[in-house]
């Protein structure tokens, strides 16, 4: 539940902290003294729309944190799927709002975006205020009550899963489709260059080895002649390189180069030095012998070559190549282009079938949310009935008509509820006949069946009891505190039949300062609790009758 609620520098708050208790807790004060800023505070935990207007001072940050006690255990899953701190004795959820605009959300002091501070939120805290009232009037949030009611949400998120695995399949057979034609439209063009690039044959690093021939070819006679050249400097002229070393190991074969070091310094090793020089240059003038040998001036092979690379040009300048082997990649495209046009059918038909085995799986499992939706429609009717009448709706007639359609998301139905509340009248949608009084009466009803059913531990109610009075307020007090025998709720109310059934009551005020209007927020005590009820019946000055009236009310 909600224990603690922090605001600073939000409107007309400039630093405010509340404790919760448990159980009803009702919020009462003056018109525009504050009680719709705290209730628009609370929401931006819920991940409502940051604005910069609410900062009262733009040199601070507009800040709100809630702190909630005993989080169930049946939220670990989605903390854990956040990878957020799991601490359930006491989850601190926080947001900041700075003057430039930027919006921060944290979830026990972690960083999180709004989706995931929305997440957790939605699943703590259920604010009730006119903007949900009129969302019941619209035929998703209808649907959304009778799938609530059903515990349809394992059914659904199972249809919903086959339904996204049927559109990624359509999606597929629209663009094999789309891909088909356009590969049939092109068909000629590509058999035409997939039979010139088939007798070229192009093959993988054809071109740049043919390249490199062309130049040895082209200056062969050179090349060789060079290559001779060292050859003969390293090993057969008579002052060759290996004659000249072999005769320098012989003059210092007999020098003793232990005389030249004093103690402590390394061997130079020379002879082991030029015997590895001298295996290193023989090793390098057989590879140069050998390129020499292989150097041949041929004419008819240069030509042929040449002919060979001019080809391979001219056909990557036709098909615009410019990438290594790119004439051998466009000849493997085409081909696989051409044999699945070629096979093109099959494959479709395979998965056209595929599809539809894929929707009688899927009309199957809207047939079955269908049936229980049917039947969770007309218990919700009766049992909506019987909750609603008591509060001043005695003629009142309530159907849910669920009415099949074409496959979506939500599965085929739609959901719309009718009412009538008068004798000899048509059921008709909710919201052509309900006046607001009605409708606030009809919201707390489903709100109070509801709430038996959500594990959601805290249900805020902004002046919920709005357009009634007298015994039809009571009993309207009445539900929501047997609401809050299991749970805890939060009150905003003008009503004292309804205020007096709290267990504890938050007075929200104005006052003025040096420069400014604040709002604030005391808890009463019970004899200001007293008083405040007084007041709310008789108006700003309590008289002994207002007095005498509230007592009896919180007896």
Not at 64 to 88: G, K, M, T, Y
Not at 97 to 103: L, N, P, T
Not at 462 to 472: L, N, P
């Amino acid at each position: 539940m909600l224990s603690k609620l922090t605001i600073r520098n939000y409107a007309l708050i400039d630093s405010l902290s509340l404790d919760f208790s448990d159980g009803l807790t009702i919020i009462t004060g003056e018109t525009g003294a504050g009680k719709s800023i705290m209730l628009g505070a609370l929401s931006m935990l819920l991940g409502a729309r940051a604005e910069t207007r609410v900062i009262a001072d733009s040199n601070a940050k507009s800040v709100v944190e809630a702190r909630f006690s005993n989080v169930a255990p049946s939220l670990r899953s989605v903390f854990e799927q956040h990878q957020l701190d799991w601490i359930p004795e006491e989850t601190i959820i926080r947001r900041e709002i700075s003057a430039s605009g930027r919006s921060r959300a944290f979830v026990n002091d972690s960083p999180v975006n709004l989706q995931t501070l929305s997440d957790i939120t939605s699943l703590l805290v259920d604010i009730h205020s006119q903007h949900s009232t009129l969302s019941l009037l619209q035929g998703r949030s209808q649907l959304e009550v009778i799938d609530s009611f059903a515990d349809n949400s394992s059914y659904l998120a199972d249809y919903r899963e086959a339904f996204a695995d049927y559109r990624r399949l359509h999606s597929a057979i629209r663009r094999r489709r789309e891909e088909l034609e356009s590969n049939r439209k092109n068909m000629a063009i590509m058999a035409f260059q997939l039979e010139q690039l088939d007798k070229l044959d192009p093959k993988p690093g054809e071109l740049e080895s043919i390249e490199k021939e062309f130049d040895i070819l082209s200056d062969a006679d050179e090349i060789r002649e060079r290559l001779s050249a060292a050859y003969r400097k390293m090993d057969i002229s008579d002052d060759s390189a290996l004659m000249a070393l072999a005769e320098t190991v012989e003059h210092l074969r007999h020098v003793d180069f232990s005389l030249f070091s004093t103690p402590g310094d390394e061997d130079p090793a020379i002879m082991e030095r030029l015997s590895q020089v001298g295996v290193e240059l023989r090793d390098i003038a057989d590879t140069v012998r050998g390129y020499c040998e292989s150097v041949n001036s041929d004419p008819v092979r240069l030509s042929k070559i040449s002919q060979r690379m001019q080809q391979l040009y001219e056909a990557e300048k036709y098909f615009r190549i410019s990438e290594k082997d790119g004439l051998v990649k466009l000849r493997d495209e085409l081909r696989a282009q051409v044999n699945s046009v070629n096979c093109g059918d099959s494959d479709l038909a395979e998965m056209e079938a595929e599809a539809r085995r894929k929707a009688r799986q899927l009309k199957m499992k809207a047939n079955d949310l269908t049936v229980r939706r049917v039947k969770a429609a007309g218990d919700f009717a009766e049992l909506l009935t019987l909750t609603a009448i008591p509060l001043g709706l005695p003629n009142l007639h309530f159907e849910v008509a669920v009415t099949q359609g074409k496959l979506g998301v939500d599965g085929q139905d739609t959901v719309e509820f009718l009412t009538a509340f008068n004798k000899n009248q048509m059921p008709m949608p909710l919201g052509k006949v309900a006046s607001g009084g009605e409708m606030s009466r009809l919201m707390l009803s489903v709100k109070s069946i509801m709430s038996g059913r959500m594990d959601m531990p805290t249900v805020i109610f902004d002046e919920i009891d709005t357009g009634v009075s007298g015994e039809i307020a009571d009993k309207m007090g009445a539900m929501m505190q047997s609401m809050a025998m299991g749970k805890q709720v939060l009150a905003i109310t003008h009503l004292p039949q309804v205020a007096a059934k709290g267990v504890a009551h938050l007075y929200v005020y104005k006052e003025d300062s040096e420069s400014r209007t604040v709002s604030n927020v005391r808890t009463l005590s019970e004899e200001e609790r007293l008083r405040e009820i007084a007041r709310m019946i008789s108006g700003s000055s309590v008289t002994p009758e207002a007095l005498s009236a509230a007592k009896a009310l919180m007896a």
